[in-house]
Structures are given as structure tokens and as C-alpha cells.
């Protein structure tokens, strides 16, 4: 079968975000920088507040359980699971795929887990068709994932404010082989690898195990190991990353910037999330702003698929792209067509 007589679509989507939020102003004291910085510049007026129970592994399920609530999806239908959320979970050494395999009784797919930080979501659409393709008897995939690496993050350190905005998340989407509505069409992924060691919790692994004493200090929340090197490095890449990565997905699916109606991005500050849209030769009115929700990892681009369809910027046949970003540094955007398949 050649690709171009191959389609797969997405039926239906799981969002869960905590029922909490905390303001900006009452975030404000607690990271020492002011609220109009923080709505301004930084890009969020209020973001989700993880509770007791909002674990990364936990709000995935909830999100999937949502999902096939949605679409009447029987679990034993599901011939594969790809985790797509954060490693950062409730246990060390615990494949999250599995486990929501388990939750929810898909009990005819095998499951494995996947990693790309926030560029996660787009990999997961691409690994899942790709995977469909090569495998005819995969059928039905559902992609689930968490994120709360936001809970790694030390308000006390100013270098990293650039990650105040995070929050947590579960998201789920299921897709089928020629389901001819909302087609994933084709993904782009560019990693920058310069800054692979800029960003990362150094204490916890095989090199740095964990001691008393960096349990006490909290010191095995997360370091970012060249604040200056890393802002230069990724000046002077990111913005051609994040279009490199919406170009190569848009020109393998047969397009250009053109012909697309809405971009769900993850959370960035508003200059950069403007740059990016000028340079693809889009407005502001082409593109989600999650100011109501800050950086909620993974489920950045469901949030913003679901503004633009309450917005009415998505319509039948419109090219709707999801682009990621994340600490590695890795970039990846996924297209995909809107509606029913002419």
C-alpha cells in the first residue's frame, strides 16, 4: 500500500486539567516578581494548581478514561498505547503505558512509553501513524500522557523564571486507520542538541544518587546548568527551530504557510509566540494564546484545539498545527486536517 492511500484520523481527544488554579497575583510573592510582569511579559494571568491526587501517571488515566468516554470507544478495540507525557511520574522504573493499559482494560494492545519533553504531543501523532503504516494490524492507537515536571520546579530560583509558567496536565487522543475525519497528515521534528545539557534535575540519577541532605535542601528539583549560554544558544536558534518545524511538517503534508488556519502551540512568552506567527506570515488570530492557562506541557495543543473550535477559527477542512517545544532542546510540529476527508 503506498502512504498516499493510507489515512488516519483522530476520532476524539481527553483534556484534564486540576479543578484549582492559582492567580497571578497570588503567585506573585512567591516567585518575587510583579503581576503585570508576570500577565506581560511572562504570558499567563492564572495557571492550573496540582492537588494531592494529580499525579503525572494519574491525570493521563483520567484523561483517557475521558477520551473513550467521548467516543464510545470499547477499551479491547485499542491495539496500541503510546505514552506520551513526562518520566517524572509517581514511581521510578514504571512504564506509564502499561499502567494505563491496566486502568482502563485495553487488555488486546501492548503499550510503550515515549519521551521528547514538551515536544512530545506531535511525536506521539507521528509515532502513532507511522507505526500504523508499517503495522497493518494496528488499527486503533491511543496516545495518553502527564505532565508535572511544573512540580520540579524552585520558585526561589530566579533563573528559572522562563519555566514559572509551567502547570499540570493529562491528555489522551485516540486515532484509527481510515477514520476519514480530523487526518493526521505529516510531522516535522528538529532537536537542537547544543543545549542538551541545560536543563535537567542532576541529582536522582546513576551519577548523583539521591543523599539526605539533597532530600533536606530539595535540591533534586530541577537545575538549569548554564542560565546565560543557554539564553544565548537558544536566541539565536529557537526561532527558526519552531518554523523549521511547522515548515518541514507543512511541506511533507503537500502545503505551505498558506493554507493554515490555526496553530496550537505549546506556551511560550507572548514576543516569541508573536516572532513565531510573523515569520510564518500569520496573525495573532491564527494562533492559540494560553494566557488563561500558562505552560501545561503536553496538553498545551488539546487546549488550544479546543479554543479554536469554540472560537470558530477551526472549520470543515481547515490545516490545524500542533507544535511543541521542548528542553533537550527539541522542536516538533504535526498537521492536521480538519473535518471530513473530501
Given at each position: 500500500?503506498?502512504?498516499?492511500?493510507?489515512?488516519?484520523?483522530?476520532?476524539?481527544?481527553?483534556?484534564?486539567?486540576?479543578?484549582?488554579?492559582?492567580?497571578?497575583?497570588?503567585?506573585?510573592?512567591?516567585?518575587?516578581?510583579?503581576?503585570?510582569?508576570?500577565?506581560?511579559?511572562?504570558?499567563?494571568?492564572?495557571?492550573?494548581?496540582?492537588?494531592?491526587?494529580?499525579?503525572?501517571?494519574?491525570?493521563?488515566?483520567?484523561?483517557?478514561?475521558?477520551?473513550?468516554?467521548?467516543?464510545?470507544?470499547?477499551?479491547?478495540?485499542?491495539?496500541?498505547?503510546?505514552?506520551?507525557?513526562?518520566?517524572?511520574?509517581?514511581?521510578?522504573?514504571?512504564?506509564?503505558?502499561?499502567?494505563?493499559?491496566?486502568?482502563?482494560?485495553?487488555?488486546?494492545?501492548?503499550?510503550?512509553?515515549?519521551?521528547?519533553?514538551?515536544?512530545?504531543?506531535?511525536?506521539?501523532?507521528?509515532?502513532?501513524?507511522?507505526?500504523?503504516?508499517?503495522?497493518?494490524?494496528?488499527?486503533?492507537?491511543?496516545?495518553?500522557?502527564?505532565?508535572?515536571?511544573?512540580?520540579?520546579?524552585?520558585?526561589?530560583?530566579?533563573?528559572?523564571?522562563?519555566?514559572?509558567?509551567?502547570?499540570?496536565?493529562?491528555?489522551?487522543?485516540?486515532?484509527?486507520?481510515?477514520?476519514?475525519?480530523?487526518?493526521?497528515?505529516?510531522?516535522?521534528?528538529?532537536?537542537?542538541?547544543?543545549?542538551?545539557?541545560?536543563?535537567?534535575?542532576?541529582?536522582?540519577?546513576?551519577?548523583?544518587?539521591?543523599?539526605?541532605?539533597?532530600?533536606?535542601?530539595?535540591?533534586?528539583?530541577?537545575?538549569?546548568?548554564?542560565?546565560?549560554?543557554?539564553?544565548?544558544?537558544?536566541?539565536?536558534?529557537?526561532?527558526?527551530?519552531?518554523?523549521?518545524?511547522?515548515?518541514?511538517?507543512?511541506?511533507?503534508?503537500?502545503?505551505?504557510?498558506?493554507?493554515?488556519?490555526?496553530?496550537?502551540?505549546?506556551?511560550?512568552?507572548?514576543?516569541?509566540?508573536?516572532?513565531?506567527l510573523t515569520d510564518l506570515g500569520l496573525t495573532e488570530d491564527h494562533g492559540a494564546y494560553l494566557y488563561d492557562y500558562g505552560h501545561c506541557g503536553h496538553g498545551d495543543q488539546l487546549i488550544g484545539l479546543e479554543m479554536g473550535l469554540r472560537q470558530g477559527k477551526i472549520q470543515e477542512g481547515s490545516v490545524v498545527v500542533f507544535l511543541g517545544a521542548g528542553t533537550g532542546y527539541a522542536f516538533s510540529a504535526t498537521a492536521i486536517r480538519?473535518?471530513?476527508?473530501?
Amino acid at each position: 500500500m503506498e502512504k498516499k492511500d493510507f489515512h488516519v484520523g483522530l476520532v476524539g481527544w481527553g483534556l484534564y486539567l486540576p479543578e484549582n488554579y492559582i492567580t497571578a497575583e497570588e503567585l506573585s510573592p512567591q516567585i518575587n516578581i510583579p503581576v503585570n510582569i508576570i500577565k506581560e511579559k511572562m504570558g499567563f494571568c492564572k495557571k492550573p494548581l496540582g492537588g494531592p491526587d494529580d499525579h503525572c501517571v494519574a491525570m493521563g488515566i483520567k484523561a483517557a478514561k475521558q477520551c473513550l468516554e467521548k467516543t464510545g470507544v470499547d477499551p479491547q478495540e485499542i491495539d496500541l498505547i503510546i505514552w506520551a507525557g513526562e518520566d517524572y511520574k509517581e514511581y521510578v522504573c514504571w512504564t506509564a503505558s502499561i499502567a494505563v493499559q491496566e486502568a482502563i482494560g485495553a487488555k488486546n494492545a501492548w503499550a510503550f512509553d515515549s519521551a521528547l519533553r514538551c515536544a512530545g504531543t506531535p511525536l506521539s501523532l507521528k509515532l502513532a501513524k507511522d507505526l500504523m503504516f508499517a503495522n497493518p494490524e494496528i488499527k486503533t492507537v491511543l496516545i495518553a500522557g502527564g505532565n508535572t515536571n511544573c512540580y520540579l520546579i524552585d520558585y526561589r530560583r530566579p533563573e528559572q523564571s522562563f519555566m514559572f509558567d509551567m502547570a499540570p496536565s493529562g491528555l489522551a487522543m485516540l486515532l484509527k486507520r481510515d477514520w476519514l475525519e480530523n487526518e493526521v497528515l505529516e510531522s516535522h521534528i528538529i532537536t537542537e542538541s547544543s543545549m542538551c545539557n541545560d536543563v535537567m534535575s542532576v541529582k536522582g540519577g546513576t551519577k548523583n544518587p539521591l543523599t539526605a541532605d539533597d532530600v533536606a535542601t530539595e535540591s533534586w528539583r530541577i537545575n538549569v546548568t548554564d542560565p546565560e549560554g543557554m539564553k544565548q544558544r537558544l536566541g539565536a536558534t529557537s526561532l527558526q527551530a519552531f518554523t523549521g518545524a511547522v515548515r518541514g511538517a507543512l511541506k511533507r503534508s503537500g502545503l505551505t504557510e498558506q493554507d493554515v488556519a490555526w496553530v496550537c502551540p505549546v506556551h511560550i512568552n507572548p514576543k516569541a509566540h508573536k516572532a513565531i506567527l510573523t515569520d510564518l506570515g500569520l496573525t495573532e488570530d491564527h494562533g492559540a494564546y494560553l494566557y488563561d492557562y500558562g505552560h501545561c506541557g503536553h496538553g498545551d495543543q488539546l487546549i488550544g484545539l479546543e479554543m479554536g473550535l469554540r472560537q470558530g477559527k477551526i472549520q470543515e477542512g481547515s490545516v490545524v498545527v500542533f507544535l511543541g517545544a521542548g528542553t533537550g532542546y527539541a522542536f516538533s510540529a504535526t498537521a492536521i486536517r480538519w473535518g471530513r476527508r473530501q
